[in-house]
C-alpha cells in the first residue's frame, strides 16, 4: 500500500510541468460557456484527436458534454487577462467581449494563438476532471508567441531559433 498524496502536493508537483494556457468553448441552445484549461494533448494525427480534461461539475464541463461540440483557443503571450476571466467560476465569461464563431458554430477566442474546432469523439470521468477526447475539425493559426504557465504562474515560452525536431519513434 502505498501512502496517499495530497492534493496540494499533487498540484506542485505538475505545476513544474510547463504547459499552455487555452479557453475551451461552447454553446449550448444560444448560450455561450467557457473555462480555462492547461490540460490539453494531442492525442493522433490520424485521425487528429486531441484530449482536455474540465473540472467535473462546472457549467461549461456540462455544456461541452451536452453540445457535442467545442472549441479550443490556445491563447498568446498577450491574453493573460482572458485566460484570468475564463478561470473565474460563476460569472458570465462572455460579458462584454467580443467572440467570433468557427463553422461550427461554437465561440472561438478573437486574436487566440490558434484555436481547434472539435467534436466530442468521447468522454468519461477520471478522478475530480471529465476526459474529453475530441475529434478536430477544423484549425486556425496566427504568428505570435503562446501564453505558458509554470508554477502556477502565467510564463513566457521562448522560440529558442533552433530546427524543428522530426521524432521518429
Same mark, same amino acid.
Given at each position: 500500500?502505498?501512502? =496517499?498524496? @495530497?492534493?496540494?502536493?499533487?498540484?506542485?508537483?505538475? !505545476?513544474?510541468?510547463?504547459? %499552455?494556457? =487555452?479557453?475551451?468553448?461552447? *454553446?449550448?441552445?444560444?448560450?455561450?460557456?467557457?473555462?480555462?484549461?492547461? #490540460?490539453?494533448?494531442?492525442? #493522433?494525427?490520424?485521425?487528429?484527436?486531441?484530449?482536455?480534461?474540465?473540472?467535473?461539475?462546472?457549467? #461549461?464541463?456540462?455544456?461541452?458534454?451536452?453540445?457535442?461540440?467545442?472549441?479550443? #483557443?490556445?491563447? *498568446?503571450?498577450?491574453?493573460?487577462?482572458? =485566460?484570468?476571466?475564463?478561470?473565474?467560476? %460563476?460569472? @458570465? /465569461?462572455?460579458?462584454?467581449?467580443?467572440?467570433?464563431?468557427?463553422? /461550427?458554430?461554437?465561440?472561438?477566442?478573437? %486574436?487566440?494563438?490558434?484555436?481547434?474546432?472539435?467534436?466530442?469523439?468521447?468522454?468519461?470521468? =477520471?478522478?475530480?476532471?471529465?476526459?474529453?477526447? !475530441?475529434?478536430?475539425?477544423?484549425?486556425?493559426?496566427?504568428? %505570435?508567441?503562446?501564453?505558458?504557465?509554470?508554477?502556477?504562474?502565467? *510564463?513566457?515560452?521562448?522560440?529558442?531559433?533552433?530546427?524543428? &525536431?522530426?521524432? &521518429?519513434?
Amino acid at each position: 500500500m502505498t501512502a =496517499a498524496i @495530497d492534493p496540494l502536493t499533487m498540484r506542485r508537483a505538475m !505545476g513544474r510541468f510547463a504547459t %499552455g494556457v =487555452a479557453v475551451v468553448t461552447t *454553446s449550448v441552445d444560444g448560450t455561450p460557456h467557457g473555462m480555462t484549461v492547461n #490540460s490539453l494533448t494531442s492525442v #493522433s494525427l490520424d485521425p487528429p484527436l486531441l484530449l482536455v480534461c474540465l473540472t467535473i461539475g462546472a457549467r #461549461s464541463t456540462d455544456a461541452v458534454v451536452r453540445a457535442g461540440r467545442f472549441a479550443v #483557443s490556445i491563447l *498568446s503571450a498577450r491574453q493573460e487577462q482572458l =485566460a484570468l476571466r475564463f478561470a473565474r467560476r %460563476g460569472e @458570465d /465569461h462572455f460579458a462584454g467581449l467580443e467572440v467570433t464563431h468557427g463553422r /461550427h458554430e461554437v465561440p472561438v477566442i478573437p %486574436g487566440a494563438f490558434a484555436h481547434l474546432e472539435c467534436d466530442v469523439e468521447r468522454d468519461f470521468t =477520471a478522478g475530480d476532471h471529465v476526459v474529453v477526447i !475530441g475529434r478536430v475539425r477544423g484549425v486556425c493559426e496566427r504568428e %505570435g508567441e503562446p501564453l505558458g504557465f509554470l508554477r502556477g504562474k502565467f *510564463s513566457d515560452i521562448v522560440d529558442r531559433g533552433h530546427e524543428p &525536431i522530426h521524432w &521518429i519513434f
